[in-house]
């Protein structure tokens, strides 16, 4: 099983509507979690930390469970500018990153 | 924020020749640094870990003797690619983090495009 996991899509979905990824982890002594978002042939840049209590920035919210050591990330109302991929990044004294999960918005 | 700088951007060599990647923190002291690969498409592979003074940490499967990692101070990293073949065509990013281990958010550098013929 891998470390991190992650749906890669792609998920391709019209401007304005709400898109939700997942990602789960295998070391549940996880301790740091992240959403980074990569454009093509760039490198990876911090979306949002992710916080035992959630956390919410503007059209994007982050969520951990740790009971089912999972994180999620949510976007509303979608902008053609969120077509990315967006990596889910965990860390215990280093940091493991998800595959990616593609995104594409259209008009 | 945090700067991180590679150097360089892009380069192309000849199959059996060596090749440097500067990885530099402009604006703070980097504990930590990583050296990641990532193939088109994929995702970033992490190949090392190195704490500035002490030898780099391996991930398994990647050579230590083909890809030297020196982190002789606290803003500057260097990747060897020593004796370069095709199939080390790759895309190089390098990362920092303030705090040792690195579980900490990363701040990292432009890549490096590495282009072997």
């Known amino acids: 099983r891998k470390e991190v996991e992650q749906d890669p899509g792609p998920f391709n979905v019209p401007e304005g509507a709400t898109v939700a990824f997942n990602c789960t982890y295998s070391?549940?002594?996880?301790?740091?979690f992240f959403w980074y978002r990569q454009d093509c042939r760039k490198e990876p840049k911090l979306l949002m930390s992710?916080?035992?209590s959630g956390n919410e920035d503007g059209r994007f919210t982050a969520q951990l469970n740790r009971a089912s050591q999972y994180i999620s990330l949510l976007i509303r109302d979608s902008k053609l500018s969120d077509s990315a991929t967006y990596l889910c990044?965990?860390?215990?004294?280093?940091?493991?990153f998800g595959a990616g999960t593609r995104l594409t918005v259209k008009p | 924020g945090a700067v991180v700088s590679q150097h360089p951007s892009w380069v192309i060599c000849k199959s059996g020749t060596s090749v440097k990647i500067e990885c530099r923190s402009l604006?703070?002291?980097?504990?930590?640094m990583f050296w990641y690969r990532q193939f088109p498409k994929q995702s970033l592979m992490l190949m090392a870990t190195?704490?500035?003074?002490?030898?780099?940490?391996?991930e398994q499967g990647v050579e230590k003797d083909k890809f030297l990692i020196n982190h002789a101070s606290l803003t500057l990293s260097t990747l060897t690619v020593t004796s370069a073949h095709p199939e080390d065509s790759s895309f190089y990013i390098c990362?920092?983090?303030?705090?040792?281990?690195?579980?900490?958010?990363?701040?990292f550098g432009p890549g490096t495009r590495l282009t072997v013929t």
């Open positions: 990044v965990v860390g215990n004294n280093d940091m493991r």
């Open positions: 992710v916080y035992s």
């Open positions: 070391n549940s002594a996880s301790q740091s």
């Open positions: 604006d703070f002291q980097a504990t930590t």
């Open positions: 990362s920092a983090s303030l705090r040792e281990g690195g579980d900490d958010e990363q701040y």
């Open positions: 190195s704490n500035e003074g002490s030898k780099a940490t391996y």
